[in-house]
């Protein structure tokens, strides 16, 4: 006989099922393009790209949780657990979790930033039951044992080693310190050694389960995939681990971020016997959710997108000054950044900067010329489709959008917004961006005098 507490267990189960909420969010040509998106009753989102004309699909699973979720000891968390997950489920050891993938042919890796992590694998078509199937049990079944943590630990220490080494990567997380000094955006995201030493098997535990529910999570795949039938092997393999802690519950909302002190004026060096100096002079950008990011896309793209862009032009091409000579933007729920970057002679640090700032000041000032701005559109809309032609890129750009912004935008409307930006947006957003007074990061073996002249650069 069936007790009243199992009947009304499997009501229970029942109901849940039946309130999944299917949606078309783009509607492409013939069913290419097509990106659905299915909400399961425990808070997992599931979004998929179909292009029938492909044979390979991408599967990847997405967590609201990135670096800036950590506090000042547990540091470098979210990429040691990126790493732990790897080790091994209650079903496959690591040599079976690449084995399988390796067996078909497929790839399969993870990454972690400030403000999300996510974990992917690229098969054949045909394979991508089981591309599925391994990632949802790296998701919901992790052992996170302590003989793994301990030999992670290693290779962690070693991956820190060889950023330190590579001061043009370096340089990048010192300048997030120059702009954000000690809080969570402002520190790297594989952590330090001493906080990476510090790291337990308990503590990552407690992290592994605080941020990998399904609420937390999105999963995406884009390909040639059919959405009901990912639905239906996402949602057996995380019912059959019992991931799904409630039978109904609402995926977390979008980021919205915390107000963080942004610097101005700040001067960062790191001496290092390398033989050229690195340098990135910059200043806040915008929220990725601002409007005016396609202006300052736009923006970017004529500064120092490419070997037309004034930068380029100016440093490299006039003067011969550097070999790597670039801007870039990064935005996060409620903040930004707009950096230069330049990696030259030491000897020449200074000129470098000079000629930076000086364009970045003329064109707060006067802005960009309307020649400047329409290659720049047709740069970026010509880069933006391009940067789509694979299926990991479509995977994770739906994966990103539902995550970060809780919507979808289909490529012909990304294309639309940025040849709606007009000169005036963009000299308007020069003007609020490039008009703030810059702060400075350097790695290389200035002297003390030069050293000393670098706070000319951000006067």
Known sequence: MTSRSARTTARTSSEARAVARTQTLIKGEHGIGTVRKTTLPGGL??????????????????????????????????????????????????????????????????????????????????????????VCDMLTGSLIQEEDVDVERGAILEEIAMTEDDAGD?????????????????????????????LTADRIRRFYKKHYDPTHLVVAAAGNVDHDKVVRQVRAAFEKAGAFREPVAAPLAPRDGRRTVRAAGRVELIGRKTEQAHVILGMPGLARTDERRWALGVLNTALGGGMSSRLFQEVREKRGLAYSVYSYTSGFADCGLFGVYAGC???????????????????????????????????????????????????NRIGKSELCWGEQMSVDDMLARIASVTPDDVRAVARDVLGRRPSLSVIGPLKDKQASRLHDAVA
């Not at 002679?345 to 400047?372: F, S």
């Open 45 to 134: 989102r599931i979004v998929t790209e179909t292009l029938p004309s492909v044979r390979s699909a991408t599967f990847g699973i997405w967590a609201h949780v990135g670096s800036r979720d950590e506090t000042p000891a547990l540091n470098g968390a979210t990429h040691y657990l990126e790493h732990l997950l790897f080790k091994g489920t209650r079903k496959r050891s690591a040599l079976d979790i690449s084995a399988a993938i390796d067996a078909v042919g497929g790839e399969m890796n993870a990454f972690t930033a400030k403000e999300y992590t996510c974990y992917y694998a690229r098969v054949l078509d045909t394979d991508l039951p089981l591309a599925i199937d391994v």
């Open 170 to 198: 370096c340089v990048h997380d010192l300048f997030a310190h120059t702009m954000f000094g000690d809080n969570a955006l402002g520190r790297p995201v594989l952590g330090t050694v001493d906080t990476v030493n510090a």
């Open 345 to 395: 002679r030491p000897a020449q640090v200074h000129d470098v900067l000079k000629i930076c700032r000086d364009e970045l000041d003329h064109v707060a000032e006067h802005g960009l010329t309307d020649d400047e701005i329409g290659r720049a559109v047709g740069q970026l809309q010509g880069s933006t489709v391009l940067g789509l032609e694979d299926t990991g890129a479509l995977m």
